[in-house]
């Protein structure tokens, strides 16, 4: 088994095994079992395992999912609604 992503979540982590599952890739995640005992103190990342011979298609699978990429900031929802009648994305009233 070779490590094709190291994800800092375990939602992270269940993305990409769907997402491979879905290419008709094999996958083994090493470190799931172990967040649920630790809870929310870090432990490390959660790795998704693939055999070697998936590897290379994994990999391009992992990469079509942009799972780096940041999500867009409060300002850049300003600068799109500037009478600012619209909340940024994720706001929940108290």
């Given at each position: 088994?070779?490590?094709?992503?190291?994800?800092?979540?375990?939602?992270?982590?269940?993305?990409?095994?769907?997402?491979?599952?879905?290419?008709?890739?094999?996958?083994?995640?090493?470190?799931?079992?172990?967040?649920?005992?630790?809870?929310?103190?870090?432990?490390?990342?959660?790795q998704?395992?693939?055999?070697?011979?998936?590897?290379?298609?994994?990999?391009?699978?992992?990469?079509?999912?942009?799972?780096?990429?940041?999500?867009p900031?409060?300002?850049?929802?300003?600068?799109?609604?500037?009478?600012?009648?619209?909340?940024?994305?994720?706001?929940?009233?108290?």
């Amino acid at each position: 088994m070779k490590v094709v992503y190291e994800a800092a979540h375990l939602i992270d982590a269940h993305l990409v095994r769907h997402a491979l599952e879905a290419a008709g890739i094999p996958v083994f995640m090493k470190g799931e079992a172990l967040l649920g005992g630790l809870g929310e103190l870090p432990f490390g990342p959660v790795q998704v395992c693939v055999p070697e011979a998936a590897w290379p298609e994994a990999r391009e699978v992992v990469d079509a999912l942009s799972l780096g990429e940041p999500p867009p900031s409060a300002a850049d929802s300003v600068e799109s609604d500037p009478i600012g009648a619209m909340p940024p994305p994720g706001w929940l009233p108290a």
